[in-house]
């Protein structure tokens, strides 16, 4: 392999990446190296050998994120084999300076496992990290830490490669706001270097003295939760410079100063204006006040206190416009009561924000180009799913499996609704072994597509045929049509099968809408949403919330970016995984699954209620097979759900469906080599999995009745089942099989809780009665204890990660500790090691 000459301002850049995110991080960090006077090569980890070695760098940067039960991506398996040999030298990598910023969600017990092990590997292999590594937390927001991460990341890297510190040269526009009659521009706004970006002297930002100038200082609060908050139009604006002005202050504070001090009477971005002020280097005093229609009042009465409940109720979803045009200049009072009370919202912004300079993001580039083929009819139904692009976690092809059976296992009465579904998969690739995985791909919603299309003004385009290619010339570096979009295709088709309309709308993509967006206040708020200063309101009002893309657009509707633009910024649509919940040996090429039906309410600044994209779409698809009513489908749901092609030309088949007709799902079996039953029969197998977490476990107890049917001499070890539920008459799922496995003497132990009924009576230990499975499992700690330490367990999690697992894992070390009668770091040691032997396993989920 030729290697590249040595150069003293070159970066290898390399990341693993399962779901797109760090490839995502690694592109952006591609993009803005060569403004920072750096030349960076980029490649995926399956390359290594191919495209690059890491023996024969120097300087090397990692983006590595965590899948699985903290394993390494699909796409970085070969590196981590092969830099785990136990024969490499401990100087084998000694020539090598790294940085490392590894991606993943504290939910997962083994939390950035795999960037962890990577940098423990690559020190212990000789080589040196030149800028410290940083975790960041998909549970939290990855930006809070990736953001300052990159930031000074560039400074690093340049006197890692012995080049001169950055001078104020490398620098971003400082933009003007549009201003309106009485709406002024309050704050500069500075843009990050980025390729179309217009070089000025020096990077620009006031700061209100109390503004995070660090991403990761922000990192479990916000400022529109803490009392102190209220606060902000009396505080001191200060004027700093930016760090890359260090040098050169007197020339960053005059331009500060020349482009930021001014008396203003500003317009707070719902249009209302609130405070006359004079924002510079000194002071910042709110003064005045004016008022609103009653129309506006109203709202802004309603968001008093906590705008995020208000917003809840579904009364917060805010037209910019409507607020502009509606407000007037008559009654102060009421604007001063509201100007004391009133927080920022999703479209509302606030002092200091409101009033700030910006730092904002690079503008993304655009690099893809769309051509219509009017004259072209597509058949879409032909088209390979998602462009033919490999799925993640794949063991094997997407197969059509058919549907055969659908079975609420809820009463009507549960909080949620569970649905067991059959597939069958005969006469295809697909076979299982209880407590495998599978992925469903699944479609987006409709009607949701159906008003993205309506929001985008693309009615008249969306099932024209179009071929895309990336832009001659396009400045955005390693270019790409995205491998998820087939070479033709159409809108609708895109935007329903290949991608993930749903996605929370990143920093980087609020920034591409700026461009897009007409009216000057709500540009403004979008801007100040993906700032640098933004970060507590992005957090509150577009990640913790969930948003959509449609959620945006609803609320700032003078946004209408390009397709195109989607096409760059919309990752890839993710099949969505379930376990398995049968054995192949009970229901040979059949399998079962079981799911509840998510629901999502409108409110706190989402524009309409859905269900999940996968579970929504199951239940749809299945309602006629669940109720056995047909004669419903053609006015019911069924009409505007059914996805054509793939997904069942079911379209043409409304009104004449038949139990004989076949519903096909597209199928993936997810490689999983660990949540397993144990080879050898006799070993004891621990089980906690409530809700529908039960899944493998029905599967497994299957297997082991017929296992113990077809070896009748085999010595079976004891099972236990921690189960839990909220009522045992409306939502206990398996009941029956279970309590029938309990009988037959398969499953030696059902311990079951219902979180939400009157305990029936004090535990014998005079503990409180258990309410969730780990309070089972601290009751009966003493056998669990024994099983595990004594004689070789397996102990199975399955269901929640957010909040189960992890108390489980807390009592479980509890038990550990009691039993061995150990510190509690021995307990926490003991329990790494089950893990490393496999003998505590998890499949859990966020
Ligand atoms: C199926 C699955 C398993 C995961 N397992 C872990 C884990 O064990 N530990 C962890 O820290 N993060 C885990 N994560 C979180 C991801 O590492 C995180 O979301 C990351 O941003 C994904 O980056 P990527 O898109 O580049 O793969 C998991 C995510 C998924 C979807």
């Given at each position: ?106 939910n997962y017990t083994n939390f950035c496992n795999c960037p962890k092990t990577l940098d423990k590997r690559l020190q212990e292999l000789g080589a040196k990290p030149f800028y410290p590594t940083g975790y960041a937390d998909d549970a939290v927001g990855l930006e809070i830490v990736v953001d300052p991460w990159i930031e000074g990341l560039w400074t690093a890297a340049r006197k890692q490669l012995g080049l001169p510190p950055e001078s104020c040269t490398v620098a971003g526009e400082t933009v003007a706001m549009e201003t309106t009659n009485n709406t002024q521009t309050p704050g500069g706004v500075t843009d ?245 995985s599978f992925g469903v791909v699944c479609p987006n919603n409709e009607t949701e597509v159906q008003d993205l299309i309506n929001r985008l003004g693309l009615t008249d385009h969306a099932d024209m045929t179009f071929s895309v290619k990336v832009v001659q010339g396009s400045k955005k570096r390693a270019a790409a049509v995205p491998a998820h979009l087939p070479a033709r295709c159409t809108i609708r088709h895109a935007l329903l099968t290949c991608l993930e309309i749903r996605a929370v709308p990143k920093k980087a993509f609020l920034r591409m809408l700026v461009e897009h967006t007409s009216d000057a206040v ?325």
């Open positions: 392999m030729p290697m590249m000459p040595a150069q003293n301002n070159r970066l290898v850049l390399l990341y693993g990446s399962q779901t797109g995110q760090a490839k995502a991080i690694a592109e952006e960090i591609h993009d803005n190296a060569e403004k920072h006077g750096l030349r960076t090569d980029l490649f995926g980890l399956e390359l290594t050998e191919k495209k690059f070695d890491v023996t024969k760098e120097s300087c090397v940067v990692f983006v590595c994120s965590t899948t699985g039960d903290g394993e390494p991506p699909d796409n970085a398996l070969k590196f981590f084999r092969r830099l785990k040999k136990k024969t490499l030298p401990s100087d084998h990598l000694s020539h090598l300076n790294f940085a490392l910023l590894g991606l993943g969600d504290s990050s270097v980025g390729p179309d970006s217009g070089e000025t002297e020096g990077k620009i930002d006031i700061k209100e003295e109390r503004t995070q100038t660090d991403g990761t200082e922000m990192s479990g609060h916000h400022d529109n939760d803490n009392p102190e908050s209220d606060k902000v139009s009396e505080k001191t604006v200060t004027v700093t410079s930016a760090k890359c002005c260090e040098d050169n202050t007197d020339n960053c504070a005059s331009l500060a100063h020349e482009n930021n001090t001014h008396s203003v009477k500003s317009k707070n971005p719902a249009g209302v204006s609130i405070t006359e002020q004079t924002v510079g280097p000194v002071t910042e005093k709110s003064t005045a006040a004016e008022s609103c229609t009653d129309a506006t009042d109203t709202e802004m009465t309603e968001k008093s206190g906590n705008n995020k409940t208000a917003e809840a109720s579904g009364t917060g979803q805010h037209n910019l416009e409507d607020h502009t045009s509606n407000s007037n200049d008559t009654d102060g009072q009421v604007v001063d009561a509201v100007k004391e009370q009133a927080g920022p919202s999703l479209t509302v912004s606030v002092p200091p924000l409101s009033d700030s300079g910006l730092t904002l993001p690079a503008k993304p580039v655009p690099y893809l180009e769309v051509e219509f083929h009017p004259e072209e009819s597509l058949c879409v139904e032909e088209l390979p799913l998602q462009g033919g692009c490999p799925f993640p976690s794949a063991a094997t092809d997407v197969v059509m499996a058919t549907v055969t059976t659908a079975t609420r296992l809820t009463r009507h009465d549960a909080v949620k609704t569970a649905l067991d579904i059959e597939l069958d998969v005969s006469n295809t690739c697909f076979k299982y072994e209880p407590g495998d709500q540009k403004r708020r979008l801007q100040e949403l993906c700032s640098k200063q933004g970060t507590a309101d992005y957090a509150a009002f577009i990640r913790e919330p969930n948003l959509r893309l449609l959620d945006v657009l609803t609320a700032f509707p003078s946004c209408c970016p390009p397709f195109e633009r989607l096409l760059e910024m919309l990752p890839r649509l993710q099949p969505r995984p379930y376990s398995v919940s049968s054995s192949p040996l009970v229901h040979p090429d059949r399998l079962h699954f079981v799911f509840n039906i998510v629901h999502i309410p409108s409110g706190n600044g989402r524009a309409t209620a859905c269900t999940g994209v996968c579970t929504g779409w199951l239940d749809r698809l299945t309602r006629h097979i669940q109720t056995g009513v047909y004669g419903d489908i053609a006015e019911g749901s069924l009409t505007t759900h059914i996805q054509p092609g793939v997904y069942g030309d079911m379209a043409e088949k409304i009104g004449q469906m038949s139990l004989n007709d076949p519903l096909t799902v597209p199928i993936y079996l997810r490689t999983n080599n660990h949540f397993r039953l144990p080879s050898d029969l006799s070993a004891p197998i621990i089980m906690v999995g409530p809700g529908t977490g039960v899944a493998p476990f029905v599967g497994f107890l299957q297997h082991r009745e017929k296992q113990r049917e077809l070896s009748p001499d085999a010595v079976c070890g004891p099972s236990w089942l921690f189960y839990g539920c909220r009522h045992r008459d409306r939502d206990y799922l398996y009941r029956e099989e279970l309590e029938r496995l309990a009988a037959a003497g398969i499953l030696n132990h059902l311990v079951v809780c219902f979180s939400r009924e009157e305990p029936v009576a004090m535990e014998t230990d005079g503990a409180p009665p258990a309410r969730y499975v780990q309070d089972n499992l601290h009751h009966h700690g003493d056998e669990v204890g024994r099983m595990l330490l004594d004689e070789g367990a397996i102990l199975y999690v399955c269901g929640d990660a957010k909040n189960m697992a992890k108390d489980v894992n807390e009592v479980i070390t509890q038990i550990v500790q009691k039993y061995k009668g150990c510190t509690i770091q021995e307990a926490r040691n003991t329990i790494f090691q089950l893990r490393q032997d496999r003998h505590y396993i998890e499949d859990i989920w966020t």
